[in-house]
């Protein structure tokens, strides 16, 4: 009977992406569905507590926005009239706008979607 005996460059094979998955999967196997009893739902809900707390979440989202569309109004001035070299043609300046522009974006999508929530 002959054996196999690995070579030293096979010896020092690095792990694939399928042998990770595989050993992941041996050490964590996936997770069982949870019956409604299992999950920590109280007896009673309060509806008025909740309606109270998303419109003020809502109102929350209303302002992030309103200050984020101010932001990039002060952002318009610095790199427009008043001449900000640090902001003006600089990618700082470019950067800056991107992500105020981004926040708008994001805190519009999730108004949007507490409002579909709320109103449906």
């Not at 999950?39 to 992030?64: E, F, G, N």
């Not at 926005?65 to 640090?86: F, I, K, N, Q, Y």
Request: proline share 5%; aromatic share 2%.
């Amino acid at each position: 009977m002959t054996t196999f005996t690995p070579t030293r460059r096979e010896e020092r094979r690095k792990p694939t992406t399928h042998d990770r998955r595989r050993r992941a999967l041996r050490h964590h196997p996936p997770a069982a569905a949870v019956s409604a009893d299992e999950l920590d739902v109280p007896d009673v809900i309060d509806d008025a507590h909740i309606s109270r707390t998303r419109t003020s979440m809502m109102a929350a989202l209303a302002d992030a926005v309103t200050a984020h569309e101010l932001a990039a109004d002060h952002l318009g001035s610095l790199r427009g009239p008043l001449c900000d070299l640090d902001l003006s043609d600089s990618r700082d300046g470019h950067d800056l706008a991107a992500h105020i522009d981004t926040a708008i974006r994001c805190g519009r999508a999730a108004y949007a979607v507490l409002h579909a929530i709320t109103t449906a």
